[in-house]
């Protein structure tokens, strides 16, 4: 059975479609909207979202944590993270979560995630979930570098419907029954590269280094423990995975 949620066959995007429809309308925490073409698909810091029409994942979903501080905020990104890898595990091993939100099958990527929060003094208000998953496409044009589809991965088409209601299930059982503590326990379980020692480029200063990821905290920040034993950590896009 399918949660609340409404499908139109495109729109320009399912973020923008769901703060609009919340303009005009109350949604009931979980409701979520996806659509089959997106015509300006948002990628995280500003790049673009491709998608091929009919053949993957587009949806958002909307939810009030309330109880999460604006400090805490990155739990949002690690319950979608975790809920995308655990429904793709039904079909395939090697998934992972690259930090902070990008979700790899071995070193591609297979979906993307878009969190825009709403906040209200020292907490979140309301939180837009925006996912795109690659299901069927089996040719990519954009520029991404690394893009893989769920159908490349296992070789056969994939029911679309079944993985989306999984995916939006997965995630409202992770929000409702499962501690912060414990979320962030398992995102990091989950990691991409999360054992062994690998290169980074610092994009402040461009220098690339070798080091082992030692932790993130809640707000997300990411701390690298260098060869030689010196702790670097960064926000997002402050740090570049090197191959
Ligand atoms: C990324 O760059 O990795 C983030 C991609 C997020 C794409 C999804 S598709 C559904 C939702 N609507 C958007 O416009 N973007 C997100």
Redesign the pocket.
């Known amino acids: 059975m399918m949660l609340p949620h409404f499908f139109t066959p495109e729109t320009e ?4 479609l769901i703060t609009r429809k919340m303009q005009q309308e109350e949604l009931a925490e979980g409701f979520m909207v996806h659509t089959d073409f ?1 015509s ?5 810091v500003g ?1 673009y ?1 491709e ?1 091929e029409k009919g053949k993957n994942l ?3 979903l909307v939810i009030y944590p309330h109880h999460i501080f604006i400090a805490e905020q990155f739990i949002i990104s690690e319950i979608a993270s975790l809920a995308v890898v655990k429904v793709l595990e039904q079909y395939h091993k090697h998934f992972t979560i690259k930090w902070p939100n ?1 979700i790899y099958w071995k070193d591609k ?1 297979i979906a ?3 969190i825009e929060n709403s906040l209200t003094r020292d907490r979140i208000n309301y939180s837009i979930v ?3 998953v690659n299901v069927n496409q089996e040719k990519f044009t954009s520029d991404a570098p690394n893009p893989i589809s769920l159908k490349q991965i296992v070789g056969k088409s994939i029911d679309r419907k079944a993985l989306l209601a999984d995916i939006h299930r997965g995630f409202l059982s992770l929000y409702t029954t499962t501690t912060l503590q414990e979320i962030h326990h398992l995102y990091q379980k989950k990691m991409y590269r999360n054992v062994g020692r690998y290169n980074f480029k610092d994009m402040g200063s461009q220098e690339v280094f070798r080091a082992k990821i030692e932790t993130v905290a809640p707000n997300g920040k990411l701390t690298l423990l260098t060869e030689q034993g010196v702790r670097k950590s960064y926000y997002f896009k402050e740090v570049a995975f090197l191959d």
Do not use: H, P, R, V
């Open positions: 995007s399912t973020n923008e997106q300006a698909g948002k990628g995280q790049n979202w998608s587009l949806f958002s990008d990527k993307g995630m878009l925006g996912i795109g």
